[in-house]
């Protein structure tokens, strides 16, 4: 691995593996709290049809991905805030328009040659620098955000009604929370494609939470484990000539099943005590 | 009457997806009153408190807190909600709970020194502070609710909410929670949504019963036979006819 990282393919992926590590960690933290998994997963989805439009506008490929998947994520956040219990129905829908879209599209570009499995399982190993830019800025714009916010995202988080009572505007930092969580997709597609995004987002989060008594501890503890998922996922696909994004998401897989045994086999004993 | 009243309701009707849940309800609450809540489940005991925090809008007729619709006044007002265990498994410890009370939105720098001194000293009242690192779900119930007043004391209000709050402590837990309500309530007006009259009796300056509509019986003229029925009964309470003094929607000068 080391003698790897004097390849610049493989600097950009272990830079592009720890921005989206660090994403993973503190907006993903939000959403693993807010149980809003589903939702990113359908946003993450109709991301593709902004993949769609970049190619066929010949517009550069972050600029039409995070438009159109911000514009899905806004319209998703409305459906969510004024109609909560049937959210779930209009987020599917959203779901698989966005990706028709995006699949329509790239069958009328012409001249398409883009390689559609890199979308969709991701393309670490070919991140080129341009990106890299882009992560880092998008990185550092929403982490700031969600510091910055942390407090009131912490109380809407937790308790709605409270937060409204001290005067936090619910509903306007719903839609910013959720389009932070749009703007990670975005960038986490390009380490492990949009089909594996969720599973970067929620299982670092996820075991994460259960030895945390903070949500500060939870975000910085899960941006660890992210890291090591990512880096040892990276180092498999390299050691191994295999997708990138498929390993990476197995590392995870293999962390979270290992953990809910510790977990079974911990609680089982502690129960056990009088 | 020597104290202004601290809440005005006025003819206030509210209904929910169609059904209506308060009635031309009218109310007039002095200051430093210890007021109970009561009456039966559905009967709209907690979208009253809601209205009067200005987390639900009625249909119609107004809502005055010290003078100004509640929306003005909320930071003013400290809330302790009913049942306080939803979201149990949250990762959040209890310093950050308490936090939540002085989160204040419109300032840059967004938490100070003297907001967590203020936090601190909250969790002190309720001798809570030893806990203040502790995750949320590793406090008993009784424990939590104690967090959850210190959340609503942080925000130094002068009107005081409680819904349900003995729902989940033992009997020793409620009797040490009215006696720290009755200490509050020299300085502050206090709101308390419960189905315990017993203790009520003994601390409550003024009982309130929500069905529909409300009637409110001052201090004074709540006999012990009253009481006793409205604990085991509300509904009948107000079912049987048994003179109510439903006041005047105006102080009575």
Same mark, same amino acid.
């Given at each position: ?102 699949? !329509? ?26 990106? !890299? ?6 990185? !550092? ?7 910055f916010f942390y407090r009131d995202l912490l109380a809407i988080s937790y308790d709605d009604e409270f937060a409204r009572l001290r005067g936090v505007p619910v509903n306007l930092i719903y839609f910013l929370f959720i389009g932070l969580v749009a703007v990670s997709i975005v960038i986490i597609i390009r380490v492990v494609g949009l089909i594996l995004v969720i599973a970067l987002l929620t299982i670092p989060p996820y075991i994460a939470e259960k030895y945390s008594r903070s949500l500060a501890q939870m975000m910085v503890l899960s941006t660890l484990l992210a890291i090591v998922f990512n ?16 390993? !990476? ?13 510790? *977990? ?11 | 009457?020597?104290? &202004? ?96 009370? +002085? ?29 203040? &690192? ?39 837990? +409620? ?52 009481? *006793? ?25």
């Open positions: 691995m080391i003698e790897a990282l004097q390849f610049e393919f493989m600097r950009n992926a272990v830079i592009a593996g720890c921005f989206a590590s660090l994403i993973c960690g503190v907006i993903g933290s939000f959403v693993v709290i807010n149980r809003l998994v589903f939702l990113a997963g359908g946003i993450a989805h109709a991301a593709f049809g902004g993949i769609g439009i970049a190619f066929f506008f010949g517009i550069p490929y972050m600029l039409g991905t995070l438009g159109f998947s911000l514009i899905a994520a806004m319209i998703m956040t409305a459906v969510v805030l004024n109609n909560k219990s049937r959210a779930d129905t209009f987020i599917g829908i959203l779901w698989a328009v966005g990706m028709a879209i995006g699949i !329509i599209l790239l069958d009328m570009t012409p001249g398409y040659n883009v390689n559609l499995m890199s979308f969709l399982f991701g393309s670490i190993l070919a991140v080129p620098a341009s990106d !890299i830019w882009w992560m880092a800025g998008l990185s !550092i714009f929403s982490i700031a955000a969600a510091v880096l040892s996922g990276l180092w498999l696909a390299y050691t191994y000539d295999l997708t990138s994004g498929a390993t !990476i998401i197995l590392v995870a897989a293999a962390a979270f099943f290992i953990s809910m045994i510790f *977990d079974g086999l911990f609680l089982k004993k502690r129960a056990l005590l009088p | 009457m020597i104290t &202004n009243s601290i809440i005005e309701v006025n003819h206030v009707s509210f209904s929910y997806n169609g059904a209506l849940v308060l009635s031309d309800v009218s109310l007039s609450i002095r200051e430093k009153e210890f007021v109970a809540f009561i009456g039966p489940n559905g009967g709209g005991k907690t979208t009253l408190v809601k209205l009067l925090l200005g987390l639900l809008k009625p249909d119609c007729g107004t809502i005055k807190i010290m003078g100004q619709p509640p929306a003005k006044v909320v930071h003013r007002i400290g809330y302790v909600p009913q049942d306080v265990s939803i979201n149990k498994s949250f990762p959040i410890s209890v310093m950050d709970v308490v936090l939540m009370g +002085r989160l204040q939105f419109h300032r840059w720098s967004r938490l100070s020194k003297k907001d967590r001194m203020a936090a601190k000293n909250a969790l002190e009242n309720l001798e809570m502070l030893e806990f203040q &690192n502790r995750k949320i779900d590793e406090l008993s119930g009784g424990q939590r609710e104690r967090v959850f007043i210190a959340r609503a004391l942080a925000t130094a209000p002068d009107i005081l909410f409680l819904d349900e709050p003995t729902a989940n402590i033992d009997s020793q837990g +409620r009797t040490d929670l009215y006696a720290l309500l009755k200490e509050l309530n020299k300085t502050k007006t206090i709101f308390v949504v419960s189905h315990d009259t017993m203790v009520l009796s003994s601390y409550v300056t003024s009982v309130a019963c929500v069905n529909k509509n409300v009637h409110y019986h001052d201090a004074a003229e709540i006999t012990e036979e009253m009481l *006793d029925m409205g604990y085991h009964c509300p509904v009948e309470l107000i079912a049987h006819g048994i003179p109510h003094r439903i006041l005047k929607t105006h102080g009575d000068d």
